[in-house]
């Protein structure tokens, strides 16, 4: 290998045009492995000789070089080392980035690893946040670094910084285990924001994602699912055909404690599902899923009260309380309020009488707004018909699918069961 000085002179000579860089690539492969790490604990100072985003793809290769040695790492925690990783992720070039993509991905876990050891995952947020674009190929594709960008968001409680990229519409997936995390980590920020609704969509697709054995991100996944259906909907809804039968024959069982507080739930008594939470605090802890299911148990009154406004036109308040297990008619009240607000019910309250009487939903749906929210909704719901329809074209085109699909038709041809009756299928 050449020197350090000339490889950083062949960096800074070579890292303009699309041939140059091909050259520069080439050069960079022969001194990379054990004959430059050699030199890694010197690597440091030669970054200052170069652009982050002039000269990327050589910054790249001299920085994961230094990074991958544990002892340069303890020598240099924290302080200018993450600044200096940082600036690269925000400032590097995308088309050289992306010509050494694994080595991108290391640095930025490193980088990750090191704002989680500092116990400051939120330094770690922004640049992360600019690796993801500048590794993705387009907005619809799942890169690794989305799991890593939502896990310091959860960790530094910044859960609005995670809806950057979980309002994107994920279609190109690459690794199975990218999916689950990214549906596990984003149903735990929606939770954080009270957004069950979008919580539930995410950990319902990481339980009913295919599969061919269960791994314990869908276990833990399936877990919070169970919690969510119950403060969204009040019951866990059954599992859907499409989910996969590793699935639907083990998760209740690696989740048993949770299928209880759903039975319990269903019951409709306060007091019984607050003595088995109680009875369990111990295991919902462990889980660090105590919160929610707190959550869950506040989520009763709310339920109960629902069914209340199917039965009855109006009601007292002391009737409410009686009937839902609350103390006095003014915690009744404080619920009831809460629920209008939060346009779970239709009601209006008479304090001079302590009456409630419950109403119809008073949305005409012809609302200029409305209009407007509907059309939207029916144009989304058309581009993502046609980008499925799409997808679908790509997959029955697919060699590998071909192949494979072919192979099930010749083993199961039902064309040879035409002269069997009915009744034995």
Same mark, same amino acid.
């Given at each position: 290998?050449?020197?350090?000085?000339?490889?950083?002179?062949?960096?800074?000579? /070579? %890292?303009? &045009? *699309?041939?140059?860089? !091909?050259?520069?690539? @080439?050069? $960079?492969?022969?001194?990379?492995? #054990?004959? +430059?790490?050699?030199?890694?604990?010197?690597?440091?100072?030669?970054?200052?000789?170069?652009?982050?985003?002039?000269?990327?793809?050589?910054?790249?290769?001299?920085?994961?070089?230094? /990074? %991958?040695? &544990? *002892?340069?790492?303890? !020598?240099?925690?924290? @302080?200018? $080392?993450?600044?200096?990783?940082? #600036?690269? +992720?925000?400032?590097?070039?995308?088309?050289?980035?992306?010509?050494?993509?694994?080595?991108?991905?290391?640095?930025?876990?490193?980088?990750?690893?090191?704002?989680?050891?500092?116990?400051?995952?939120?330094?770690?947020?922004?640049?992360?946040?600019?690796?993801?674009?500048?590794?993705?190929?387009?907005?619809?594709? +799942?890169?690794?670094?989305?799991?890593?960008?939502?896990?310091?968001?959860?960790?530094?409680?910044?859960?609005?910084?995670?809806?950057?990229?979980?309002?994107?519409?994920?279609?190109?997936?690459?690794?199975?285990?990218?999916?689950?995390?990214?549906?596990?980590?984003?149903?735990?920020?929606?939770?954080?924001?009270?957004?069950?609704?979008?919580?539930?969509?995410?950990?319902?697709?990481?339980?009913?994602?295919?599969?061919?054995?269960?791994?314990?991100?869908?276990?833990?996944?399936?877990?919070?699912?169970?919690?969510?259906?119950?403060?969204?909907?009040?019951?866990?809804?059954?599992?859907?055909?499409?989910?996969?039968?590793?699935?639907?024959?083990?998760?209740?069982?690696?989740?048993?404690?949770?299928?209880?507080?759903?039975?319990?739930?269903?019951?409709?008594?306060?007091?019984?599902?607050?003595?088995?939470?109680?009875?369990?605090?111990?295991?919902?802890?462990?889980?660090?899923?105590?919160?929610?299911?707190?959550?869950?148990?506040?989520?009763?009154?709310?339920?109960?009260?629902?069914?209340?406004?199917?039965?009855?036109?109006?009601?007292?308040?002391?009737?409410?309380?009686?009937?839902?297990?609350?103390?006095?008619?003014?915690?009744?009240?404080?619920?009831?309020?809460?629920?209008?607000?939060?346009?779970?019910?239709?009601?209006?309250?008479?304090?001079?009488?302590?009456?409630?009487?419950?109403?119809?939903?008073?949305?005409?749906?012809?609302?200029?707004?409305?209009?407007?929210?509907?059309?939207?909704?029916?144009?989304?719901?058309?581009?993502?018909?046609?980008?499925?329809?799409?997808?679908?074209?790509?997959?029955?085109?697919?060699?590998?699918?071909?192949?494979?699909?072919?192979?099930?038709?010749?083993?199961?041809?039902?064309?040879?069961?035409?002269?069997?009756?009915?009744?034995?299928?």
């Amino acid at each position: 290998m050449e020197s350090v000085e000339a490889l950083v002179a062949h960096i800074q000579a /070579l %890292s303009g &045009s *699309a041939d140059e860089l !091909a050259q520069l690539h @080439g050069l $960079l492969k022969q001194a990379d492995g #054990d004959a +430059l790490r050699v030199h890694s604990a010197g690597l440091l100072p030669f970054l200052s000789h170069l652009h982050p985003g002039a000269h990327s793809l050589g910054y790249l290769y001299l920085l994961d070089s230094f /990074l %991958s040695s &544990s *002892a340069n790492l303890r !020598a240099h925690a924290g @302080g200018d $080392l993450l600044v200096t990783v940082a #600036d690269f +992720l925000t400032s590097c070039s995308v088309d050289q980035i992306r010509l050494a993509p694994d080595k991108f991905l290391n640095v930025c876990r490193v980088l990750k690893n090191e704002v989680m050891q500092l116990n400051a995952p939120i330094r770690g947020i922004a640049p992360l946040r600019a690796a993801v674009r500048k590794i993705q190929s387009s907005s619809e594709q +799942l890169t690794p670094l989305h799991a890593e960008y939502l896990m310091l968001c959860l960790l530094a409680k910044q859960y609005k910084a995670g809806l950057n990229v979980l309002e994107d519409d994920i279609f190109e997936v690459d690794q199975p285990k990218d999916l689950f995390l990214y549906c596990y980590y984003g149903g735990m920020i929606y939770i954080g924001l009270k957004k069950f609704h979008k919580a539930l969509e995410l950990l319902h697709n990481a339980v009913t994602a295919p599969m061919s054995s269960l791994n314990a991100i869908t276990v833990e996944a399936y877990k919070k699912y169970v919690l969510v259906s119950l403060i969204q909907s009040g019951q866990v809804p059954p599992f859907p055909k499409y989910t996969s039968s590793t699935a639907q024959r083990n998760l209740k069982n690696h989740a048993q404690i949770y299928v209880d507080v759903s039975t319990c739930y269903g019951t409709g008594s306060y007091s019984d599902l607050e003595t088995f939470i109680q009875s369990n605090a111990e295991a919902f802890q462990t889980d660090n899923n105590l919160g929610l299911v707190k959550q869950v148990l506040s989520s009763m009154y709310k339920r109960n009260i629902q069914r209340l406004t199917q039965t009855y036109l109006t009601l007292s308040l002391e009737d409410i309380a009686s009937s839902v297990q609350l103390n006095t008619p003014k915690e009744a009240e404080m619920h009831v309020l809460r629920m209008i607000e939060d346009g779970e019910i239709y009601a209006t309250i008479n304090q001079k009488d302590g009456m409630v009487s419950f109403n119809e939903d008073p949305e005409q749906y012809k609302s200029s707004e409305m209009v407007e929210h509907i059309d939207s909704s029916i144009q989304r719901l058309m581009a993502l018909s046609k980008k499925l329809t799409s997808i679908d074209q790509n997959i029955s085109c697919d060699h590998a699918f071909l192949m494979k699909s072919g192979r099930e038709r010749a083993r199961f041809d039902y064309d040879d069961f035409d002269s069997v009756p009915h009744k034995y299928f």
